[in-house]
């Protein structure tokens, strides 16, 4: 099981960033995906999270109306587009399957002007 996450970069505030996770190893389209953000000192936490068919979707309350979590069953991939970012969004972001205890890398998003 891979989780590839890339999109990361600086960003001005209110600007918009697109995340991209691939994966492999499992069949995609069988499980709800999420995305993960970690601070600098902070624990991680959970970002958004999408279904397996991509009907369902739930954002924490601090992105909610910025964040988009969607998903391309076709192509193993789930994405969140990030939008109206703050500085307070800079963190490591990461997905996985939850309760798998399965890492990436992680892409870094830095907000600052």
């Known amino acids: 099981v891979q989780f590839v996450e890339s999109g990361g970069a600086l960003v001005q505030p209110g600007g918009s960033l697109r995340l991209s996770c691939t994966t492999s190893g499992f069949t995609f389209s069988m499980y709800g995906l999420t995305w993960w953000r970690q601070a600098p000192g902070k624990e991680r936490a959970l970002v958004a999270g999408i279904s397996s068919s991509g009907g369902v979707r739930n954002y924490a309350d601090s992105v909610k109306g910025r964040f988009t979590i969607s998903r391309d069953n076709a192509n193993n991939t789930v994405y969140l587009q990030m939008n109206n970012l703050k500085p307070e969004d800079t963190a490591v972001y990461y997905c996985?399957?939850?309760?798998?205890?399965?890492w990436g890398q992680g892409t870094q998003v830095i907000v600052s002007s």
């Open positions: 996985t399957v939850t309760g798998w205890g399965k």
